[in-house]
């Protein structure tokens, strides 16, 4: 019998409890150790962050400064090679005296020259064309201080005096700003043959404007820019020479200032140049106080696992107590289910079977073949419709293999829960009823027998004295004819019947106690089969004895040869010309059986119901009594009575005793 499994999980020992919390204090700390670890790398790499980025900021700035001086350099380079060129042609036209204003303004608008001024070899202007600077007969135009490119430049006196004291062809004075305008110039000087010079001096602002486009400085004021940055310095020996941005330190010593995170590199190839770049302090604590919270944030989740997990432990250690206390319960309400003689049978509402005992298996074999979980069987559903049509009053009759047909009274219920379950409850009213039958027969036969017991005493005196007149009467042979004989002899025929009438009253009504005895049953019934085979063979019935050695029993043996001579009598009565009447013996475990098997016409249910109520019969001369006698004494024997029959098919009657204990068993009791 399958049944559902109940719930039964495996309660943690304490070594694994104790496993379980080590493992789960191992977790934290690994949690904590690697939080804590990736908090510090994780700011160390922001710091490094910071310098990486400064120091490809300054790689870039070099690159573009290189760049940029080539580039100028080339430029220079050409506008030297232009400028000389056109001086050297000025120079021969001056040579010559054939140069006119017009020429010069067509070599200016050319060349884009500002000023085209000759001077003598004093360095005072003769003549020229120019479109700014100091007026005529000054001190000459704007110069430059030498090959550089910085700054304003050199007064105009000062680079003409050089140029005459020199004996160079021509001078590159180079880009430079002017001083009464600022803006940027190219000048170059070219030596007269009469020992002047012409100078030249053209616009230079593209050049400069694309030096500010793509030199370092544009690079470190667009780097300057960003929302972290608070200010770019670049020291050139210690000196700043260039600085973009907010809240510059004034010393040339790194910033002091708490709000700033300062970082200096070297720039590459520039041994002396060093850029020195504050970062908002704010911006790197708004990250360092983020990451810290993320870590507090980290470690405060490992320890509530930490703590939910020892309370999911215990919790779940103290379930896996109770699950062992309800396993306990449950195996021991099953036991007790299982012990009971009621049929038991439970299965969810609209679902499958959830649990049913032996006894119903026995009621219901479908339930052999069912597993927990499987629809009821059809039988079981059927029983559940009329119970609840009928009302549990309802009695059902089964065929129980064991103990044969038996009698059940329904008790139906529905426990109402998560999952509605119906329950079927049989309780077997088999032995209630037939104790019941049993105690109002035996009170029916009390009362009959006292009945009988006077009716007796009443019949038997007349029916003495009768017998005792005609007696008289045929002692006197010469007054009776001899039909008058005949009919005394009659009477006295019927006296006798009515005689044996009266002493199966007695009997009945004055039972005698039975007188124990060890008793072969298998010997009295083959004297009353001898005894009664005389009757037998009046209607050609033949009487077959079957006795294998079988145990004695406790009995009395006059009873019990009255049983077996009243169960063969009823059975001659119920055939008739011909047949077998069949007499056997046998034990089966503790028991000695005794049947009788006629073939007789067989008896209807309603007959076997009533064969053991006194004064019933089916025979025209019977009194009724035989049966119920028998009965009387069976149940006096502590025996049984089975009876199988069917119309037409004769009637076997078994009588079951219990054999008598064994010698040693009786001595020990």
């Known amino acids: 019998m399958n049944q559902e499994p109940s719930p039964n999980p495996k309660p943690l020992s304490f070594s694994s409890f104790r496993a379980v919390v080590i493992l789960v204090a191992v977790f934290v700390i690994v949690w904590v150790f690697l939080s804590i670890t990736h908090f510090l790398q994780t700011r160390q790499q922001l710091h490094t962050l910071l310098i990486q980025k400064t120091e490809d900021m300054a790689k870039t700035a070099a690159l573009a400064d290189q760049y940029m001086s080539k580039v100028l350099d080339r430029l220079e380079e050409e506008q030297e090679a232009r400028l000389i060129a056109i001086g050297s042609w000025l120079r021969d036209l001056d040579a010559q005296n054939s140069l006119t204003d017009i020429e010069l303004r067509r070599v200016a608008e050319e060349t884009g020259a500002f000023n085209i001024v000759f001077f003598n070899h004093e360095g005072r202007r003769e003549f020229g064309l120019r479109g700014f600077g100091p007026p005529a007969g000054g001190r000459g135009f704007q110069g430059g201080q030498g090959r550089g490119r910085r700054g304003m430049g050199a007064s105009d006196s000062e680079s003409l005096r050089e140029f005459l004291e020199s004996e160079l062809p021509f001078s590159n004075q180079g880009f430079h700003r002017s001083r009464g305008s600022g803006e940027y110039r190219y000048t170059v000087y070219v030596r007269r043959r009469n020992g002047g010079v012409i100078s030249i001096n053209i616009d230079a602002e593209t050049q400069e404007k694309m030096r500010q486009e793509l030199g370092p400085e544009a690079l470190l004021a667009e780097f300057a820019s960003r929302p972290e940055v608070i200010f770019i310095q670049r020291r050139h020996s210690g000196q700043v020479d260039l600085q973009f941005g907010t809240q510059i330190p004034q010393s040339t010593q790194s910033s002091s200032n708490p709000t700033t995170f300062d970082v200096e590199v070297d720039v590459p190839g520039q041994e002396t140049t060093t850029l020195l770049v504050g970062f908002d302090a704010n911006l790197l604590k708004n990250a360092e106080s983020e990451l810290l919270h993320r870590l507090i944030f980290s470690v405060t989740i490992a320890f509530m696992l930490g703590i939910l ?298 007959q076997i119901d009533h064969i053991f109520d006194p004064y019933y019969t089916n025979k025209t001369r019977g009194t009724g009594l035989g049966m119920s006698i028998v009965k009387r004494i069976v149940d006096e024997h502590k025996g049984k009575i089975h009876i199988n029959s069917a119309p037409g098919k004769g009637t076997e009657i078994s009588i079951y005793f219990k054999q008598s204990k064994p010698q040693h068993e009786a001595t020990n009791s």
């Open 309 to 606: 997990s020892i309370l999911w432990t215990k919790l779940y250690k103290r379930h896996g107590r109770l699950a062992q206390t309800l396993q306990q319960i449950y195996s021991y309400h099953r036991a007790l289910l299982e012990q009971i003689d009621d049929a038991v049978i439970a299965w969810e509402n609209h679902g499958g079977l959830t649990f049913w005992n032996h006894r119903a298996a026995l009621l219901f074999p479908e339930l052999g073949f069912s597993t927990a979980g499987n629809s009821p069987p059809a039988e079981v559903l059927k029983t559940w419709e009329r119970i609840k049509k009928e009302g549990t009053q309802t009695i059902f009759t089964f065929h129980d293999n064991r103990k044969g047909t038996r009698r059940f009274r329904a008790t139906l219920e529905t426990i109402q829960s998560a999952l509605p379950t119906n329950l079927i409850i049989l309780t077997d009213v088999t032995e209630v009823e037939l104790a019941t039958s049993e105690r109002r027969q035996r009170e029916h036969m009390e009362a009959l027998a006292k009945v009988a017991s006077g009716v007796a005493h009443e019949v038997r005196n007349p029916l003495n004295a009768i017998d005792m007149t005609i007696q008289t009467l045929c002692m006197e042979p010469t007054t009776l004819h001899t039909e008058d004989r005949q009919t005394l002899d009659n009477l006295r025929e019927e006296i006798k019947r009515i005689n044996n009438i009266v002493k199966h009253f007695l009997d009945f009504g004055r039972p005698q106690p039975p007188v124990m005895s060890t008793t072969d049953i298998g010997a009295i019934v083959a004297e009353a089969a001898s005894f009664l085979t005389p009757l037998a063979h009046e209607k050609n019935l033949q009487i077959h004895v079957d006795r294998p050695p079988v145990s004695p029993i406790e009995a009395d043996a006059q009873q019990i040869r009255q049983v077996i001579l009243n169960v063969v009598t009823n059975a001659i009565d119920a055939m008739e010309q011909e047949g077998v009447i069949t007499l056997s013996v046998k034990q089966e475990n503790n028991e000695i059986i005794c049947s009788c098997r006629d073939e007789g016409i067989g008896m209807t249910q309603e």
